[in-house]
């Protein structure tokens, strides 16, 4: 089994900066995919950024230019630094893993961290 801890998360002001991480128990290179999502208070969870086994990263719209997502392959871990925070990106930010095996057929696994809560205020 996968598990993923994420750390780094907080009550920062607007236009304040955080960098979220993201620790798993296993090579991360072993998934299709890493990245980031959020879910606010009442609403769905979102994706906001993605990392590719291979380094292609993608981003919601709401977040780019904003927010970089990285890897350390050698240390397990993803990276979120959030730069110019807004009220609206505050949320639980939970990261994720996924994975595609196939044997009878494709079947695509996702693993998920407990969350970090991230607060953006005045």
């Known amino acids: 089994q996968v598990q993923l801890v994420e750390s780094g998360g907080g009550l920062v002001q607007p236009g304040g900066s955080l960098r979220l991480s993201c620790a798993a128990s296993?090579?991360?290179?072993?998934?299709?995919?890493v990245g980031w999502y959020r879910q606010a208070p009442g609403k769905q969870r979102e994706v906001v950024a993605v990392?590719?086994?291979?380094?292609?990263?993608d981003y919601a719209d709401s977040v780019k230019g904003r927010f970089t997502i990285s890897r350390d392959n050698d240390k397990n871990a993803v990276y979120l630094q959030m730069n110019s925070l807004k009220p609206e990106d505050t949320a639980v930010y939970y990261c994720?893993?996924?994975?595609?095996?196939?044997?009878?057929?494709?079947?695509?696994?996702?693993?998920w961290g407990q969350g970090t809560q991230v607060t953006v205020t005045s």
């Open positions: 990392i590719s086994s291979v380094g292609n990263t």
């Open positions: 994720n893993a996924r994975e595609t095996t196939i044997l009878v057929h494709p079947t695509t696994q996702n693993y």
């Open positions: 296993r090579s991360i290179l072993g998934f299709n995919a």
